[in-house]
């Protein structure tokens, strides 16, 4: 199993340009995960999805957007970037049975905007 | 406010020595606690979880939970190199979705 992978490692954009960032896993989970992580804030919900066809939002949703179309893939989806969204990206799947419902982590995608 | 504070550091320790992390939280409900590890440029990936209050050990490492006083921690024995790294700490509630809550992170750095 690959887990978790995440699309493009690296990115940048300047001011207004869009972007999807892509995540795929193969452990056939039902919920994932978009997370941002800056330094000394941790890492903060962007959106994420209990299952296919569900989307809910997180923490920090303004200027995303993301769709769950299937089980494997959860692309989050920048529209108009602004500097503000420079950061590292980080995509998670939850194991959904047994008594923990552990996160995976993707490698994740450190974007800039210029 | 934030609902959990863990101080950033850096941490720097002699390889060998016994390390001391902690995580204080505001919210009692909190009922499941976890310690992930993040290698630099790398994902955040669990290393120990905790429900509830108690103790728990896992080779080197020992969690802990002290629920009277929102506070965990995480005791690394003999440290090695390969230990550095940044150490978060989540923690969520079971009707949350099993949304996890996190701290800042420490980076841990372990000299040889």
């Known amino acids: 199993n690959a887990g978790v992978t995440q699309t493009p490692k690296f990115q940048v954009l300047k001011t207004g340009q869009s972007m999807t960032l892509q995540c795929a896993q193969d452990m056939n989970h039902n919920s994932m995960y978009w997370y941002r992580q800056d330094p000394g804030m941790g890492l903060r919900l962007i959106y994420y999805?209990?299952?296919?066809?569900?989307?809910d939002k997180g923490e920090v949703p303004n200027g995303y957007n993301v769709s769950r179309s299937t089980t494997e893939d959860f692309p989050l989806r920048l529209e108009l970037a602004a500097p503000s969204q420079t950061s590292v990206y980080f995509c998670?799947?939850?194991?959904?049975?047994?008594?923990?419902?552990?996160?995976?982590f993707g490698p994740g995608t450190r974007l800039t905007v210029l | 406010q934030k609902e959990v504070e863990q101080d950033p550091g850096p941490l720097s320790v002699p390889e060998g020595a016994i390390v001391s992390l902690n995580c204080t939280y505001s919210?009692?409900?909190?009922?499941?606690f976890m310690w992930y590890r993040q290698y630099s440029r790398k994902g955040p990936e669990l290393l120990m979880y905790t429900y509830s209050s108690g103790n728990k050990e896992d080779g080197r490492f020992t969690a802990q939970v002290d629920k009277s006083s929102k506070y965990i921690s995480l005791f690394i024995r003999d440290s090695q190199p390969s230990d550095s790294a940044t150490y978060l700490c989540?923690?969520?509630?079971?009707?949350?979705?099993?949304?996890?809550?996190w701290g800042a992170g420490t980076k841990l750095i372990i000299k040889p």
């Open positions: 998670a799947s939850r194991r959904d049975r047994g008594p923990f419902n552990e996160q995976f």
């Open positions: 989540a923690m969520t509630t079971m009707d949350s979705n099993y949304q996890l809550i």
């Open positions: 919210n009692s409900a909190f009922q499941y």
């Open positions: 999805s209990a299952s296919e066809g569900t989307t």
